[in-house]
């Protein structure tokens, strides 16, 4: 190296070494401010690649959930970043404990510039730790719904359904009201309100809203949905439809297909709703004005007329068999179709609106029909009652639409209603070659024993009127 090189180079180190100022007893340097930027990048490159190694790789093989891998990451790269960054002040000459008056000073300005910083900080760690919102999570919070992307030590990021990202700064997560859809499941309730015609039948209302709640696949069975007559409004009467899904998050797309479904029942029975609405009902326009020569469509037949034409339901009143439309279910079966396999255990109580049941016996040998319930019989109080697997398989044998009551809905009619009582204890007496059937299946439970098994319809039938208590 030339001697006027040599000199220019060590004129330049002299340069980077000549001390700028003090710090406490440390002389700093523009050679030491540089290398301890350094040696601070290293330690944050570091706790990133730590966070990174920790929450994707060692926490994801110990089957660790994804909240879970958030948190611990967080922790673990804070604690990393302090320490790397007390390590290498002290590795600088930096004596710690002279600068804690000084740090201490500094921190009440700091604090007062940085206290939004710092409240978000805080709240970070409490939603890390307290964990009551967590990654993935589906939440509503300020007006807005979407799922939490990530969690971080000063804000967390929400999509939104539109596809956004919403980066929300922790303290106002912390310091107000969210909704959580996910805290213990995606089970969620949809409100539909409706607003019809005073004179509407609130009846004929209760069963089109029930009907199209049934007719959505979304809407849950259990809980069962149910009406809600609100209100006698200022311009109709006001119900509201509630059904319970599994994915509240599909909400708004589960309440459009409702009301398309509402639309259509009401249109089809000629179900108004008041010309003028509050905000937020559901709006049907009129039915156009037809000239007087077109055809009216013939509205289907309402599951209450259908109801009301079987002899041990004609006696109920209007009240009475509101109860019952909202105690069971319509369910549609297509010809051929099974509706329980021989030895399963469906427990409900069928009632044949329209179509056919064919029920078959099978064994390894032969196969062949024992009964036929046609429109307005009913079956499967047997196994029912004696909470035994079916004795035969049902099949439809057309296009067949029965109505469907729970166990303890039925068991409640019987209880309450005494002529219905009558009805099913009467027609196990014609019902004495299925009952057989059942007999090998009450014996191996060990309900019939052979004393009884000659005459297992007139034991039902004792059995029966004394849980249930004598006609009035």
Known sequence: MTPPL??????????????????GTQPVSLSWLL????????????????????????????????????????????????????????????????????????????GLGLQEL???????????????????????????????????????????????????????????????????????RIDIPVQVEFGTDPV????????????????LREP?????FRQFGEYGLEFLLWVWVDRIDRSLSIHSSLNFIIEYHFRLHGVRVPQRQSDGWVGIPDTPVRESNE???????????????????????????????????????????????????????????????????????????????REGEFFGELPLL??????????????TSLFVIPPESFLYLLERYPRLKQVVLDEMDKRREQVQLCRESLRALGVLDDDRVANPVTWLRERLTRFFGTQD
């Open 6 to 23: 040599q000199s220019w180079v060590d004129g330049l180190m002299a340069g980077l070494d000549a001390p700028l100022f003090d710090l």
């Open 35 to 110: 290398e301890t930027a350094l040696l601070l990048c290293l330690v944050a490159l570091v706790t990133h690649g730590a966070k990174r190694l920790l929450k994707n790789r060692l926490l994801r093989r110990f089957g660790i959930g994804e909240a879970n891998r958030e948190v611990i990451a967080a922790l673990v790269g804070f604690v990393v970043a302090v320490t790397g960054t007390v390590l290498v002040l002290q590795a600088k000459g930096l004596n710690l404990a002279n600068l804690a008056m000084l740090a201490g000073g500094l921190g009440i300005g700091v």
């Open 118 to 188: 710092t409240k978000n900080l805080a709240s970070g760690a409490t939603l890390l730790g307290e964990r009551k919102l967590k990654v993935g999570d589906l939440i509503e919070f300020d007006g807005k719904t979407g799922l939490i992307q990530e969690i971080s030590i000063r804000a967390t990021v929400i999509r939104t359904f539109r596809g956004s990202e919403l980066i929300v700064p922790n303290s106002e997560l912390t310091n107000h009201s969210v909704e959580n859809w996910s805290y213990s499941s995606r089970r969620g």
């Open 204 to 219: 004929l209302v209760t069963e089109l809203l029930l009907q199209s709640a049934f007719a959505e696949e979304a809407v």
């Open 224 to 228: 069962a949905p149910k009406v809600i």
């Open 295 to 373: 055809a009216l469509p013939v509205p289907p037949r309402t599951l209450r007329a259908r109801l009301l034409s079987l002899p041990y339901f004609r006696n109920f009143d209007e009240l009475q068999i509101r109860g019952l439309i909202e105690m069971g279910q319509r369910r549609e079966l297509e010809a051929d179709q099974i509706l329980v396999n021989q030895g399963e255990r469906e427990h409900a109580f069928c009632i044949v609106l329209c179509g056919a049941i064919d029920a078959f016996y099978e064994n390894r040998k032969i196969s062949r029909r024992v009964f036929t319930f």
């Open 386 to 399: 004696l909470n035994m697997p079916y004795p035969t398989t049902l099949r439809a044998v057309e296009r």
